[in-house]
């Protein structure tokens, strides 16, 4: 069974820096792009960053650019997003992405997998 297990997020006051880590099981990572969305209660889902299978293509919202970075191991077969420079608009459920194929651009309606969902909190 695929599966996605993201690491505990936390809550952190800003301008401090949090990771986030993401451990895939179940099927072959390197066939897929890797991913992390967050949501807001009340909102939409949005796209943060991505990440394809050799790490040579990586996307980022322009909200986050400069301040948060996209990485993976394939033989831990896990993916990590390094948040520094954290503000409260960071706030919201992080969830890790999988999506077949390259993953670039990124679009939610790509992936096939997500992770359960891990909360950040940002206090100002």
């Known amino acids: 069974q695929p599966q996605l297990v993201e690491s505990r997020g936390g809550l952190v006051q800003a301008g401090y820096s949090l990771t986030l880590s993401c451990i895939a099981s179940?099927?072959?990572?390197?066939?897929?792009?890797m991913g992390w969305f967050r949501q807001v209660q009340g909102k939409e889902r949005e796209f943060v960053a991505s990440?394809?299978?050799?790490?040579?293509?990586?996307y980022y919202a322009d909200s986050v650019k400069g301040r948060f970075t996209i990485s993976r191991d394939n033989d831990k077969k896990a993916v990590y997003l390094q948040m520094d420079n954290l503000t409260p608009d960071d706030t919201g459920v992080y969830y890790c992405?999988?999506?077949?194929?390259?993953?670039?651009?990124?679009?939610?309606?790509?992936?096939?997998?997500w992770g359960q969902g891990t909360q950040v909190t940002v206090s100002s």
């Open positions: 179940g099927r072959t990572f390197t066939d897929h792009g």
């Open positions: 992405a999988s999506a077949p194929g390259s993953f670039a651009p990124p679009r939610a309606q790509m992936v096939d997998l």
């Open positions: 990440i394809n299978w050799n790490s040579k293509v990586t």
